[in-house]
Structures are given as C-alpha cells and as structure tokens.
C-alpha cells in the first residue's frame, strides 16, 4: 500500500502508468478503435494498424482486447520491438510464439514459424501476431512481417498482424515505396485522439472506483477544467498529474482537492521537469506573510508497504521537517514584529542585529524548502515505481 491508497482507504494504486486492463475506460476514441478492430479480425487476415501519441492508451486497448480473446481458439504472439532488423524480428516473432530456435538463421526460423502456423490451423486455432511499437522497426523489418503474412494453408491465411505504433508509424506507412504492398494489405487502421474535455471527469472516477473510492477524496469540479488544460486530455498525462494530487492531499490530510492544489502540483511537475509539455507558465511567488500567528502544519501517516524490504537505512521523516520549517517561519514572524517595533524607537545596533537574524532565518527556510520538495520528489517516485526510496533526505 502506498501512502495515500492507505489515507483515502483505496485498494491499489488507482493511477499507475503501467497499462492495465482491469481500468480500461471506453472513451469515444476508444469505443471506434474496438470497432475497427472487431471489423479487422472479423477478416481473418492482413494488417490492422492502431496509432497514437504517446500515453493514449495504446498498450491498455491490445491488453483489453488480450482479455476478450477466446485463448482456446486463437493464439497469440506479442512483441515489443526497439530498433530490430529483419533477421532479429524473425527470431523475436519465433520466440513470441514459444519456438526455440536453434542459432541464428533466418532461414530456419521462418521455416518453424510457418510450420507452427499450419499445426495451429489443423487444430482449429487463429494465429495474432501483436506488435508493439512499430515506429521503431526499420524498414526491412517490416517488409519481413508483410512476407509472413503471405503463409497460407491452401487459401486460408495463416496469420493475422496487429501493429501498434506512434503517430510517425503513419508516416512511415504512407511515406515508403517499398511498403507499398503491406499498405494494401492493411485492412483496418485507426488513430487514437486524446480524450474529450466531458470524458476527463468520468475517466477519473472510473479509475477511483476500481480501487473502492467511496467518494474521498472529492473533487473541485473547476480542477477537472484545468486538468484537461494542463494535459490535453492525455490519459497517461492525466495519470501523472492525479497521483501527485493524491499524494499531497494525503500529505496535508486533505479530504477534498482544490485547483490551488492542482497548481501547486503543476508548478512542482515543470520545475522538476518531470511534466514540461503540460505543466503551465511559472507562477509568481507570493510575497511572505509579516503577521505573526500560530503557523499549522501537515501530518501524515508514514508509507508503509505490506511486504517493504529491509533497506538498512531511516526513511525520511517528513512530518519532522514540515514541523521544523513551520517553526522557523514563527521565529521569522516574531523577527519581523521585533524589527518593526524597534524601527518605531529609531535605527540602532540591535536592529542591525535583527536583520542579520532574519536573514539567517531566511537562509534555513530556503534550505528547509529544497529538503521538503526532495522529500517529496522520492515519495513521488515511491509511488510511480513501487520501489522504496534509495536514498533518505
């Protein structure tokens, strides 16, 4: 369990960047690419090509449609591809379907790929070939998964391809002669678009209640605006942002999120680079308040995680931190009384003095700051990654 699943009582990590199919969202363009799919494989043969940008939910449409298919009448082969020639994807392709081949020839693989495709056909079974990532194979490649999909028992294909890329996948597609006979092979395409401004709201909720949200924390409805703003509607975008919503509302054991919160999360997000195309302009940094007053300060249970390793070193003791950095912002209040009072009597050495004072008070606090946003950053990352922090602030 992480540190806000255990505050808002929720299950699992509700916004994890790793696709799942348990949190599959039907969104408009998601609804027509099942669509074009379900047409595709209806056909039983040829290339059906799926694009997006990054963080559409590419990977969590082919999981979902992974889980719909009937294993016992089909079978599948997945690669996820990164730079491959011709030769190495023909070996790739063997192995994604359990063949082991012996060395390195091509030759060899192709001919076992072919043999397992026709035992497969006798047996009543449907073969798929998912790709993933398909920008990153080179043309070569893919002129070997279009010579594959010329396999037939009689006239009956013997393999179906899906191919899921990025948005320059189309234009490889399109821009290369030399692909010009996988193009007409290609029997259904779809381009997967970012979320709709009214689909962000449900989206949210869909992924909450997976993971037995009952309604806290709540939401502004304003933050919903601002988030598609700041995400374009990008489901792993919006991922992103709403773990670190939840992880500050747990730090300052908030029941209800606020666009104050979403801009503070923002602003963090750009200067630490971690979010740059979604996160807006700098804000202008508010001026410290002079009056003094008690100062209130976040708590929050520590994270804890059920089967957490020994790391041999003290986790970071946040709340320590925040009450430290609180109480030096009293001291620099009272110093700020303190000098406005002694202006009052005139200048003199003891107004010097505190001046020297809150200069050095605040010094600590700008060192204060940067502790707590690394603090934060690993709590972040704790959660993102589920592993613990390597380091203790």
Not at 24 to 29: H, I, P, R
Not at 176 to 192: C, G, K, M, P, T
Not at 206 to 211: D, G, I, S, Y
Not at 312 to 331: C, K, M, S
Request: some cysteine; hydrophobic content about 35%.
């Amino acid at each position: 369990m992480t540190m806000f699943d255990d505050f808002y009582g929720l299950t699992r990590r509700p916004f994890q960047l790793t696709p799942d199919p348990n949190f599959y969202f039907e969104s408009a363009t998601h609804r027509k690419a099942l669509s074009y799919l379900g047409y595709g494989m209806a056909q039983g043969e040829g290339f059906i090509v799926i694009t997006g940008e990054v963080g559409t939910g590419k990977s969590t449409l082919a999981a979902h449609l992974m889980r719909r298919i009937d294993k016992t009448r089909m079978t599948v082969g997945q690669v996820v591809t990164s730079n491959l020639d011709g030769e190495e994807l023909v070996h790739v392709v063997a192995q994604s379907f359990g063949l082991d081949i012996e060395g390195h020839d091509k030759a060899s693989a192709l001919g076992e790929i072919e043999s397992f495709l026709h035992e497969e056909a006798r047996k009543g079974r449907r073969c798929l070939l998912l790709v993933d990532e398909s920008q990153n194979l080179s043309i070569e490649a893919l002129e070997e998964l279009r010579m594959m999909s010329n396999f037939q028992l009689g006239s009956h294909p013997l393999l179906q391809q899906l191919l899921l890329g990025q948005p320059e996948f189309r234009q490889v597609l399109s821009d290369h002669d030399e692909l010009e006979q996988l193009r007409q092979r290609v029997i259904a395409a779809h381009h997967l678009e970012a979320m709709e401004s009214g689909e962000l709201e449900p989206y949210i909720k869909h992924r909450l209640e997976c993971v037995g949200w009952s309604g806290n924390p709540e939401f502004d409805q304003r933050v919903y605006a601002e988030l598609y703003e700041a995400t374009g509607g990008i489901p792993r975008r919006v991922n992103q942002v709403t773990t670190r919503l939840l992880l500050l509302g747990a730090v300052e054991q908030r029941t209800r999120i606020d666009n104050a919160m979403l801009s503070a999360v923002l602003k963090e997000m750009k200067s630490d680079n971690a979010f740059p195309e979604a996160a807006p302009s700098p804000m202008p940094k508010p001026a410290p308040a002079p009056t003094p007053g008690p100062v209130k300060h976040a708590t929050y249970p520590r994270p804890k995680r059920e089967s957490e390793p020994e790391q041999g070193q003290p986790q970071p003791d946040f709340h320590a931190l925040l009450a430290e950095r609180d109480a030096h912002i009293r001291e620099l209040q009272q110093a700020v009384v303190e000098l406005s009072q002694a202006d009052g009597h005139g200048k003199g050495a003891g107004q010097d003095d505190l001046v020297e004072r809150m200069a050095a008070l605040e010094a600590r606090l700008e060192e204060q700051e940067r502790s707590v946003r690394h603090v934060l950053a690993m709590l972040v990352e704790w959660v993102e990654t589920g592993q613990p922090p390597r380091e203790a602030a």
